[in-house]
């Protein structure tokens, strides 16, 4: 299997760019989970999906931030406009539930830079 | 909401010598998932314990879940460079398997 597959792996953008961070899950998977990773706050979920639905985004940040996912193997991360402190690794994960033992299986990343 | 606290922060050992990390929640857990990180690169999914007193091993590496279900340590057996890393816990904040939260991490450096 691939895993999760996660682009770009590496971005560099100017502050009030708009940023699209793309994630194609392990297939069969029905949930979807973006997460942010900065060293001040450690691992933070932003949004989970189930089936293609967005099941909780309480941990979006603020508008600027919006997550989509058209279809099973395909979501998208969009920070509009993005400021330094979007600065962070962003990582998509996905779960196929019990059916996968509930394990959760990570990409490896999108690092984001915003100058 | 639940927190999970993990110690130590960070870890220096000697090649050969084992360890332990601690992974302490204020809530029961329902399912406690442990992963390594190495810098740049992803999470690796090590192990996942729901049972309370469960305990799984792969290769030198073994988790333990206390009976309580609010403590999990991860044991490392005689380590080597190659088990450098960030070691991560991560359990379900509502009481299921999917919307993870983590500790902070314990980042380990094993010298030759």
């Known amino acids: 299997d691939a895993g999760v597959i996660q682009s770009p792996r590496h971005e560099v953008t100017e502050m009030g760019q708009e940023v699209t961070l793309r994630c194609k899950p392990i297939s069969g998977h029905n949930s979807l989970f973006w997460y942010r990773q900065t060293m001040m706050r450690g691992l933070e979920l932003l949004i989970y999906f189930n089936n293609n639905v967005p099941i909780d985004d309480s941990g979006m940040p603020e508008d600027r931030f919006s997550a989509k996912m058209p279809n099973a193997s395909f979501s998208t991360l969009k920070i509009q406009p993005s400021e330094p402190r979007d600065s962070a690794v962003y990582f998509c994960a996905s779960s196929g539930g019990q059916l996968s033992g509930n394990t959760i299986y990570f990409g490896e990343g999108s690092w984001l830079t915003v100058v | 909401s639940q927190e999970l606290e993990q110690s130590p922060q960070s870890l220096i050992v000697q090649e050969g010598k084992n360890l332990t990390i601690n992974c302490t929640s204020s809530?029961?857990?329902?399912?406690l998932y442990w992963y390594k990180q190495k810098y740049g690169e992803g999470l690796i999914f090590l192990m996942m314990?729901?049972?309370?007193?469960e305990e799984k091993s792969h290769e030198k590496i073994t988790a333990k879940l206390d009976e309580k279900k609010q403590q999990s340590s991860l044991h490392i057996t005689a380590s080597q460079p190659s088990h450098a890393g960030i070691y991560l816990c991560g359990a379900d904040k509502d009481g299921g398997y999917n919307k993870l939260i983590f500790g902070a991490g314990t980042r380990l450096a094993v010298h030759p």
């Open positions: 809530k029961t857990l329902y399912g």
């Open positions: 314990l729901q049972k309370g007193g």
